[in-house]
């Protein structure tokens, strides 16, 4: 039996805990590398400074496992590193989206793409969670029959028997769920709040990254009709959703690349717990959900977002019920050995 190194730097992470589920069907013995660290709230110069990458590469160069199972570019980069100097490795870099430094910077930027494409050859696969992630970015830096799409699906342990919500709109319940990253999303919530006050509720599960000001999350707090609710596990994901309306899905186009590229994991709640999703136009996400029927897409403004839940209400919620009632119940939601598979390739020597 082949055995695998699984290395993350955000162990909590519920992505980290889909992958490990949904490998757990492999023919390979999975080992998890063994960290504290959460990168979703420690800084890249943070983890730099405190010599966790290495940490990491020291850890690699006395590791006897056959495959080093990477997430994130960060842990990839130094993977790709170390095989350097033990090439007989199997390599899997696995990207659910790209590094902001890899894309915002004026002059660093295209010096780390280039050590990027330099590094990326080591590898045996490239996992990624959106199609656009390789056409946009990784094309022509890796042969493409070693590109693998698995998208951001549940684990099954979140499958749950559909329940209506437990009341009817007006008010129309909606839930936004993640990590807040961007203002102005918040902005556009708190604005559509203030001018909807009867219509509509907002429940904001989460908790906003260090670059958030802290006024616009004062700003919400202080709202009748939003409720700021605080972090959650993945297997809360079903209840939240089953007992709110609507799942916000905006992305910021102006943010960066990433949220123009990604499959977020709220297209998937809409599917599997038969919720509508509302995002804006200007992204991939927008595309999907009109091509699967998982929701609406407005524009991503105020005016935009609150025209669009007026919508939803008006006729006693003819929109709401009909979109509802679109959502493909044979849609695929959740993963079925995806990267049991992709482990079990690489471990019989499958380029």
């Known amino acids: 039996m082949k055995s695998a190194l699984f290395v993350s730097f955000a162990p909590r992470h519920s992505s980290h805990v889909r992958r490990m589920q949904d490998a757990a069907a492999s023919e390979c013995s999975i080992e998890e590398y063994i960290t504290e660290i ?7 110069l943070v983890r730099i400074a405190s010599l966790d990458y290495l940490r990491l590469f020291m850890f690699l160069m006395r590791s006897n496992h056959a495959i080093w199972w990477l997430w994130g570019a960060d842990a990839c980069f130094v993977g790709s ?9 199997r390599l899997i870099w696995d990207v659910s989206d790209i590094n902001p430094h890899l894309l915002r910077h004026k002059f660093i930027s295209p010096a780390l793409r280039a050590v990027e494409a330099l590094l990326l050859k080591q590898a045996d696969r490239l996992l990624l969670t959106s199609p656009e992630f390789y056409s946009k970015h990784f094309s022509g830096k890796i042969d493409s029959n070693k590109v693998v799409v698995v998208e951001n699906y549940l684990t099954t342990d979140m499958h749950q028997e559909n329940k209506q919500p437990v009341t009817a709109p007006p008010p129309l319940k909606i839930v936004y ?27 904001l599960y989460g908790y906003a990254s260090k670059d958030i000001d802290q006024r616009l999350l004062s700003r919400l707090s202080l709202l009748p009709n939003v409720q700021l609710k605080g972090t959650f596990t993945h297997l809360e994901i079903p209840e939240i959703c089953h007992t709110h309306h609507l799942i916000l899905g905006l992305l910021d186009p102006h943010a960066d690349e990433n949220e123009q590229w990604l499959l977020p ?44 839940i007026r919508n939803l209400l008006a006729e006693n919620g003819r ?6 009632e679109a959502i493909p119940q044979d849609g695929l ?11 079990d390739e690489v471990a019989r020597g499958k380029n």
């Open 333 to 343: 939601y959740f993963l079925k050995g995806h990267y049991s598979q992709v482990l």
């Open 319 to 324: 929109l709401y019920h009909d979109l509802q």
């Open 38 to 44: 959460d990168k979703t709230r420690r800084s890249l």
């Open 177 to 203: 769920a993640g990590i807040f990253r961007s203002e102005r999303v918040l902005e556009i919530i708190a604005t559509v709040a203030e001018e909807l006050r009867i219509e509509a509720e907002f429940s």
């Open 81 to 89: 590193l170390a095989k350097l100097f033990r090439p007989a490795k």
């Open 265 to 308: 994991n709220r297209i998937y709640h809409a599917g599997a717990f038969r919720r509508p999703i509302l995002t804006n136009e200007g992204t991939y996400t927008s595309e999907v959900v009109k091509e699967r029927r998982l929701g609406l897409v407005c524009s991503f403004s105020p005016a935009g977002v609150a025209e669009a």
